[in-house]
């Protein structure tokens, strides 16, 4: 666990994902014997207390790492964005329906590696500095909320810095990071486990 004190030292991306990689290759029995994750039909044996906190510590960091460098991140996204309103033709030929899965598989390894993505269907990284509310405990998606502690700390996870606090930090480095001021709506649970990718490009094309 991370001192409240504290904040984790940076750490370089490769450095973090080995880390990673670690942690999923081994896990640990009820008993807390290391026991190797076996490649075949074998169940998956139960995951202990020290693994679920490698990986979450894994994760934490990487969500640091892209607010760290959320203008490069915001760099990507605007590319990304007019790629994929460009092959909005494509997209209705094939049909959005039946990309949605595929496309949503994608985008929930890619955005769960490099932000901690829940996959809200909603994705505002690019108006709050590349931090996921989501990974807030409550999910307040306009701001912290009175509890959060000195240093910058969340009121829940004392050990974690309060995702608006980094969102208030990764805006300040990006271009448009004015957006976090913007009042952004609830978020419609109906949309979860969808792909933002797909629904900004509909979108977007539609303008």
């Given amino acids: 666990m991370?001192?409240?004190s504290e904040e984790p030292a940076p750490l370089e991306f490769e450095e973090i994902l080995t880390g990673l990689v670690a942690a999923e290759g081994w896990t640990l029995s009820a008993s807390g014997q290391s026991v190797h994750e076996s490649r075949r039909r074998l169940p998956r044996p139960m995951i202990g207390s020290r693994q679920l906190q490698?990986?979450?510590q894994g994760l934490y960091r990487l969500r640091l790492f892209a607010v760290r460098r959320s203008r490069q991140f915001e760099w990507l996204y605007t590319r990304l964005e007019a790629a994929l309103v460009a092959l909005d033709p494509l997209f209705r030929r094939l049909g959005y329906d039946r990309i949605e899965r595929p496309v949503a598989f994608?985008?929930?390894g890619v955005k769960r590696l490099a932000f901690d993505c829940r996959m809200c269907g909603q994705?505002?990284?690019s108006s709050t500095g590349m931090s996921c509310p989501m990974n807030c405990p409550k999910q307040l998606r306009n701001g912290p909320c009175g509890g959060v502690r000195p240093g910058g700390f969340c009121e829940v996870k004392p050990e974690m810095r309060c995702v608006w606090v980094l969102a208030w930090d990764g805006a300040a480095r990006m271009r448009g990071g004015t957006r976090i001021r913007e009042v952004l709506p609830p978020v419609d649970r109906r949309?979860?486990?969808s792909s933002s990718w797909l629904r900004v490009a509909r979108e977007k094309a539609a303008e």
């Fill in 2 to 4: 991370v001192p409240p």
């Fill in 54 to 56: 490698q990986r979450g």
């Fill in 106 to 108: 994608v985008e929930r």
């Fill in 123 to 125: 994705c505002v990284l």
């Fill in 191 to 193: 949309l979860e486990g």
